[in-house]
């Protein structure tokens, strides 16, 4: 919990130093998410992986989608669950310590006459056969680093446990962006549903929202064109031109 003192220590902070614009995201980590997530972290000054909250069953933390040749499957990270307790996403572990391997034998298998196959092989077989990570958070954070290299975001990832967490869903993310130095808060469309706008303004903190654009089609060995799948797909299918994919500006101020 973060006292109001440390909050209004931080808020002036920010805005003596209101001269630099900071714009920063906060978001749960993802297993190899789509493209608009990683547009996402390009068009933020600094992402920060939200991953002391609750893991969610059957969601983006822990599998995603590709295309084989029989149509679109699920890679899941098999983890363990502590059933009705508690447990943050940071605090998830791996069951299955084959996961890589078997995920990588599939991706290998689906791709291998992608026309960017070949391009990004062995950045992929890396990441996947070289894990050693038994923590979720760990596991996503390395394909997150990994794949955004490859597509050029050069944005600082950080982490909510580095910082000081408030109570309250806003008031932790209007915290965390204080002590990050934030004049802007990006964020996804979704979080229209529960975010209160005023208490980013009364911090002095401007909110913008996501736009996420038609990422159009792109070519995949497999057809029909599919979209929304994992980054994974496009990296093997396009290659070095999967970074023109991301525009990274696709957002536009909330009015």
């Known amino acids: 919990m973060v ?3 440390r909050l209004s220590i931080a808020r002036t902070r920010v805005l003596q130093c209101g001269a630099v614009d900071k714009t920063v995201a906060i978001v749960q980590s993802n297993y190899v998410p789509w493209i608009g997530y990683f547009d ?3 068009a933020a000054d600094e992402f920060v992986l939200y991953d002391e909250v609750q893991f969610t069953r059957r969601d983006w933390r822990n599998r995603n989608r590709i295309r084989t040749a029989d149509g679109v499957a699920w890679l899941t990270i098999p983890v363990e669950s502590k059933g ?3 447990q943050r996403i940071s605090d998830t572990r791996v069951s299955d310590p084959e996961w890589a391997r078997d995920h990588w034998t599939t991706i290998a298998r689906a791709y291998a006459r992608a026309a960017g196959f070949e ?3 062995a950045l992929l077989e890396d990441l996947y056969l070289g894990c050693a990570e ?3 958070s760990r596991i996503n954070e ?3 680093r990994g794949i955004c290299g490859a597509l050029g975001i050069a944005t600082p990832i950080t982490h909510s446990s580095a910082y000081a967490l408030a109570d309250g869903r806003t008031e932790r993310l209007v915290s965390l ?3 990050a130095g934030a004049t802007t808060y990006l964020t996804g469309p979704g979080a229209r549903a529960y975010l209160d706008e005023a208490l980013f303004a009364a911090a002095g903190i401007a909110v913008e929202w996501m ?3 038609d990422y159009g089609e792109y070519r995949q060995v497999h057809q029909p064109f599919e979209a929304g799948l994992s980054i994974v797909d496009l990296l093997l299918n396009e290659g070095t031109r999967a970074r023109e994919w991301l525009p990274s500006r696709g957002r536009a101020l909330h009015g």
């Open 3 to 5: 006292a109001g003192s």
């Open 40 to 42: 996402l972290i390009g």
């Open 84 to 86: 009705r307790f508690h």
């Open 119 to 121: 391009a990004h092989r």
């Open 134 to 136: 038994t923590r979720l």
């Open 142 to 144: 390395r394909f997150l």
């Open 177 to 179: 962006c204080l002590q």
């Open 211 to 213: 736009i996420y654009p």
